[in-house]
C-alpha cells in the first residue's frame, strides 16, 4: 500500500516556520536537524523560505543505524541497548548535529511514523540541543495516523522546539 506523501502544509503551520527562520535571523542563530522518520522533510521546508536561507546551517538524514553512528557519532551500544527511537538516542543525533555542524541549536527526531511490527506506531523522540544549554528531550505516541500524520505531527513539534530554543 503506498501512502500519500506530505505536501500540503497547513497555512498556518507556514507562517509558524517563517516567524521562526526569521527569528533566527534576527538573532543571527543558525539552525540544524537531524531527521531519521521524517526523511529530510523539515530540512527541506526549512529551506523553502525564501531570504532566510542562511539561517538554515545544515540537515542530517539519519534513516539507518550505522548512518547515526557514521555522521552523528550515535554510539553503536547505545543503539543496541536502546533501540533507535529513544530518549538517549534522539539526545545523541541532536548533540552530534550540533558538534558536527556551526549551528547554534540543533533538533532531532526518530520514532515510528509507519507500522513497524511490535513497535509503536507513532511513537516519535525529539531533542533539542542548543550551545551552552542543557538538551531538552520530547517523548510523544501520536498513535496509529499513518506516516504523513506522524510526519505533519512531527513537523509542528519541531516549530515548537525551535520557538522555544530561540527564546
Known amino acids: 500500500m503506498v501512502e500519500t506523501l506530505v505536501t500540503d502544509i497547513p497555512d498556518d503551520l507556514q507562517e509558524r ?12 542563530c543558525t539552525l540544524a536537524t537531524a531527521e ?13 523560505v525564501e531570504g532566510c536561507s ?3 546551517e545544515r540537515g542530517y538524514v539519519v534513516y539507518t ?6 555522521m552523528l557519532g550515535v554510539p553503536s551500544d547505545m ?9 538517549p538516542v534522539a539526545i545523541a543525533m541532536a548533540e552530534g548535529a550540533l558538534a558536527a555542524s556551526n549551528a547554534r541549536a540543533a533538533f532531532s527526531v526518530t ?3 509507519g507500522p513497524a511490527g511490535d513497535a509503536e506506531e507513532g511513537l516519535v523522540h525529539f531533542a ?12 510523544e505516541h501520536f498513535g496509529p495516523i499513518g506516516r504523513s500524520g506522524v510526519r505533519l505531527a ?14
Not at 516556520?17 to 543571527?28: P, S, W
Not at 512531527?154 to 527564546?167: D, P, S
Open 128 to 139: 533539542c540541543a542548543v550551545r551552552d544549554r542543557k538538551t531538552v528531550h520530547r517523548e
Open 65 to 70: 543505524n550505522k548512518s547515526k553512528t557514521d
Open 79 to 87: 543503539l543496541d541497548e536502546h533501540g533507535a527511537v529513544s530518549r
Open 36 to 48: 531519521s522518520c521524517t526523511g529530510g522533510l523539515i530540512a527541506s521546508l526549512f529551506t523553502d
Open 111 to 113: 520514532g515510528f511514523a
Open 54 to 56: 542562511h539561517a538554515f
Open 154 to 167: 512531527c513537523i509542528e513539534v519541531a516549530i515548537e522546539m525551535f520557538e522555544e530554543a530561540l527564546t
Open 17 to 28: 516556520i517563517c516567524k521562526v527562520l526569521n527569528r533566527a535571523c534576527d538573532d543571527e
